[in-house]
């Protein structure tokens, strides 16, 4: 052997004793989980108290110095000594939340997952002499004990104890349940190998493969690697479908193949059985059964599409406990199977776009009535077989209606810290990702959080991608708009600057002093826009024609102003103030933090604040930088939320 582990030949004593050391650390690698897990929940209740009361110099002003000079300057000291321990702290949360790579996490779960495989290693040496065997049959127990808290942090519940342990949601979960399922096959495929070199070089591997033990043990680790490899980020974005049903189809059926691989596995693999059985439970009891719910492509040139699910009254009445802004719900068919395609539509989670307890059922006529809203972007595979449910021609007056299941609401949003307590709030969305964030923003100002402490900044590709939203934009979030399609008189809303919701249009044209000419259609547009200088004749050498298919929908003229090519969609847009191309977060942060605030003195202490973002990985990444250059300058203490769908 080429380290100081060897093939040593044990007496009967010796054996129970080896027996007897690989249950006990089997035993304390599975139970020492909980050491983590406690840790994370007792600071719970000071946390909570903390974000539901902020202290008292972010909620009082200045307080009062005091008339001793020597008090006043022990408390100048330390309040210099609090601002240094909260940026020094601010920082390092910050670094923890940044991604190590594309696709390899956050350093936070990359930390805590390099520990707790310290952890398990150790174990896995201690106590194992010179005894190779030992140390073999050690990697296979200590990574089976893992499997019950592996398949438990899967598990889709509000009421998971590790849920209600560590205030984190399925999501926030996730990917330490991928990060535990690498150590888990890193053990397993260590107590394969080792056993396969025991084999050879003891001549014993073509005895030893037809023994039932061993053929069990092949074929577990072979499914453990499939599943360790369909799992793989490149995968999954590649072929969803396939990961999902390979790891479906393993995760139940490698129980059993351990289960009879041998005899001391099996008080693990029971565990996670019953972990596993209530996991299905859990997800089909959750489900609710919706007989009319309507599904609708938009209008005009987008491909998203609408669907509105009323609630059963026992939903309904309890509506504003059970559903919180940024929630998710899963979808299915009623006769829908494991082999029918339509069975992926459960794969998919789908925003809730509205507050279901404020907005109720546009057709029901009972105004107590609640509803779930969801817009969904038709792309291929999943998407498209929902889009295929809606009828070419909708009427609105006799819509038709598909039977559904849904299944949740799930997400992160009831696990979040209290959004009042924060000083500043910035919402930023990329397209559909506003169905995330347009619920919370709603929730903010129905509230009472001052409206200049928020910025909402939502960026999409064509104007009409947004025309799901304007039922929402209304009095009294914002004043009534304007027949014209255009700002408002209130000035207040007639500056973008001033405005705390930006909506970018990335496709928009930029015309000074140009409105598209089938406005005359509309003669308190050409009047308004009459009154605000806005209509001198276009350039003769502009060649632009608002009536080309694949023209921009929008046309904003200097001053931030909206002029839409498609006013036909039946509803009258929001007095929002429209903003050019994608948006500058350098800019945006920069002027929504900076404004009002002056200079800041060593001793003071950062603004709390909080930034959720929900689109794209590059906008993410973009506002992140933008962002991090005020956590690193000791300006802002910041609690990051970045909302991403995936395994």
């Not at 669907?307 to 026992?314: H, Q």
């Not at 029918?340 to 509205?354: G, S, Y």
């Not at 929402?472 to 705390?500: D, E, G, T, V």
């Not at 929008?554 to 429209?578: F, H």
Request: with cysteine; proline share 8%; hydrophobic share 40%.
């Amino acid at each position: 052997m080429s380290f100081h582990y060897s093939f040593v030949s044990l007496d009967e004593a010796q054996l129970q004793r080896r027996r007897h050391l690989l249950d006990t650390y089997g035993q304390i690698a599975q139970l020492s989980g909980l050491i983590p897990l406690l840790a994370w929940y007792f600071p719970l209740p000071v946390r909570f108290i903390k974000s539901r009361f902020p202290p008292l110099s972010q909620t009082s002003g200045q307080t009062k110095a005091h008339a001793s000079p020597a008090v006043a300057r022990f408390n100048k000291d330390n309040g210099k000594t609090n601002g240094r321990r909260v940026t020094r702290w601010a920082r390092f949360n910050w670094f923890l939340d940044g991604e190590v790579a594309q696709g390899w996490g956050t350093w936070r779960i990359v930390v805590i997952a390099a520990l707790w495989a310290t952890w398990l290693f150790i174990l896995a040496f201690r106590d194992t002499g010179d005894d190779y065997l030992h140390l073999t049959k050690r990697f296979g127990i200590i990574g089976a004990s893992q499997l019950p808290l592996h398949y438990l942090l899967a598990v889709k519940s509000s009421w998971s104890p590790i849920t209600l342990l560590t205030g984190l949601s399925h999501e926030g979960l996730n990917p330490y349940h991928r990060a535990l399922g690498r150590i888990v096959l890193s053990f397993f495929s260590l107590h394969a190998s080792f056993y396969l070199n025991f084999f050879i070089q003891k001549s014993l591997l073509l005895k030893r493969i037809q023994d039932r033990d061993v053929i069990l043990g092949l074929l577990a680790i072979t499914s453990f690697l499939i599943l360790g490899t369909t799992a793989l980020a490149r995968v999954r974005r590649k072929n969803y479908f396939l990961f999902f049903v390979v790891h479906v189809a393993i995760s139940l059926s490698i129980l059993p193949i351990l289960y009879f691989h041998v005899s001391h596995l099996r008080v693990y693999i029971l565990e996670s059985a019953f972990v596993y059985l209530v996991l299905v439970l859990q997800r089909n009891y959750s489900q609710t059964a919706i007989p009319n719910a309507t599904v609708s492509h938009l209008k005009g040139p987008t491909n998203l599409i609408s669907i509105t699910i009323p609630l059963p009254p026992s939903l309904s009445k309890t509506s504003k406990q059970t559903f919180h802004p940024g929630q998710h719900i899963y979808l299915s068919l009623p006769t829908a199977t494991l082999t029918a395609p339509h069975e992926k539509l459960r794969l998919n989670p789908f925003t809730i776009a509205n507050l279901p307890h404020k907005d109720s059922d546009s057709n029901n006529n009972n105004k107590n009535s609640s509803s779930i809203h969801l817009i969904i972007r038709s792309l291929s595979g999943t998407t498209s077989l929902l889009s295929s449910l809606a009828p070419k021609n909708h009427s609105p007056k006799t819509p038709s209606t598909t039977p559904l299941l849904i299944e949740g609401p799930y997400g992160s949003s009831p696990h979040f810290p209290s959004l009042h307590t924060f000083q500043k709030i910035l919402l930023v969305a990329g397209g559909v990702g506003a169905t995330f964030t347009l619920p919370i923003y709603r929730s903010l100002l129905a509230k009472k959080y001052p409206p200049q402490n928020i910025r909402f900044v939502w960026s999409v590709r064509r104007f009409g991608d947004t025309q799901w939203s304007w039922q929402y934009l209304r009095p009294p979030l914002f004043p009534s708009p304007s027949p014209s399609f255009l700002h408002s008189n209130n000035p207040q809303n007639s500056n973008p600057k001033q405005s705390n919701l930006k909506l970018h249009i990335t496709t928009a044209r930029v015309l000074k002093g140009y409105l598209p000419s089938h406005f005359d259609e509309h003669p308190d547009a050409r009047e308004e826009a009459e009154r605000m200088g806005l209509l001198p004749p276009p350039p003769e050498d502009d060649d632009y024609d608002p009536r080309a298919p694949d023209a921009p929908d929008v046309v904003i003229g200097a001053d931030g102003c909206k002029n839409i090519k498609y006013p036909s969609i039946g509803v009258d847009p929001p007095s929002v103030p429209l903003l050019p191309g994608r948006p500058d977060f350098e800019e945006v942060v920069r002027e929504f933090w900076d404004v009002g605030r002056g200079s800041a003195g060593a001793e003071a202490v950062p603004i709390k604040a909080a930034v959720l973002v929900c689109g794209p990985a590059g906008m993410a990444a973009e506002l992140r930088r933008a962002v991090g250059r005020y956590v690193r300058s000791g300006e802002v203490d910041v609690w990051w939320h970045n909302e991403q769908f995936g395994w």
